[in-house]
């Protein structure tokens, strides 16, 4: 079956290359600076995300503009416990050495404590039937002159899932702050489920229907 593809007058949609990881994961750390990939690297971030989107439930696409430079990208899994247990179980070591001497570090290991232990909830409790398919992460170069192309990214993901028969919901978190992706998430129909602290940032989760989506389509 052909990868989903998405034109528009100044971008492309196509799968991200492997070679290309390095690069998404440094943009990732850069974007999302509260992000694991921030405190273990980029190394470590194109080990992980590459590993991934490498899964046959998974998917990673990249938005390119004219040029062919990438300026953004989504990833996203049918499974999300299963494709960080995979990730992590198919690239241990590498992981570990990429991560290098970070994995060790006073300040990652108080984040990840931190993030473990201090996590509390603004709402009573997430909502008993969390979809496992989720939205990883999602970023769009904010100095890109690319219209359109956060929502053909997320089609691009969207059209993945209901290939392989999925018509569920699937997650996407948002941090509070970040007031234009929880717009473009509410209008896209994602409700609004619950809300919670991530390392001091309050954290918006939202559930997407495939099966709403393609009704409306």
């Known amino acids: 079956m052909e990868p989903p593809k998405a034109t528009g007058p100044a971008f492309s949609i196509d799968p991200i290359r492997p070679d290309e990881w390095k690069a998404v994961a440094a943009s990732i750390a850069e974007v999302l600076p509260n992000s694991i990939i921030s405190h273990l690297g980029a190394s470590f971030g194109a080990r992980f995300y590459g ?57 990652t ?12 909830k603004e709402s ?20 890109a ?15 993945f899932m209901r290939d392989r028969g999925y018509r569920g919901a699937y997650v996407v978190r948002t941090e509070v702050v970040n007031k234009r992706a929880n717009r473009f998430w509410a209008s896209m129909g994602a409700k609004f489920v619950f809300q919670d602290a991530f390392h001091g940032r309050l954290i918006n989760e939202y559930h997407k229907s495939l099966a709403a989506g393609e009704a409306k389509a």
């Open 51 to 107: 590993a991934i989107a490498a899964q046959e439930y998974s998917c990673a696409f990249a938005a390119r503009d004219n040029a062919g430079r990438l300026v953004g990208m989504i990833a996203g899994t049918l499974d999300h416990d299963r494709a960080y247990h995979e990730a992590v179980a198919s690239q241990r070591l590498r992981l570990a050495l990429a991560a290098n001497l970070r994995l060790l570090a006073p300040a």
């Open 109 to 120: 290991i108080r984040w990840m404590l931190k993030g473990r232990f201090e996590r509390r």
């Open 124 to 143: 009573p409790s997430p909502a008993p039937d969390k979809p496992s398919a989720e939205m990883l992460v999602m970023y769009m170069d904010p100095a």
């Open 145 to 159: 002159r690319c219209p359109g192309a956060v929502l053909a990214l997320v089609q691009a993901a969207e059209s």
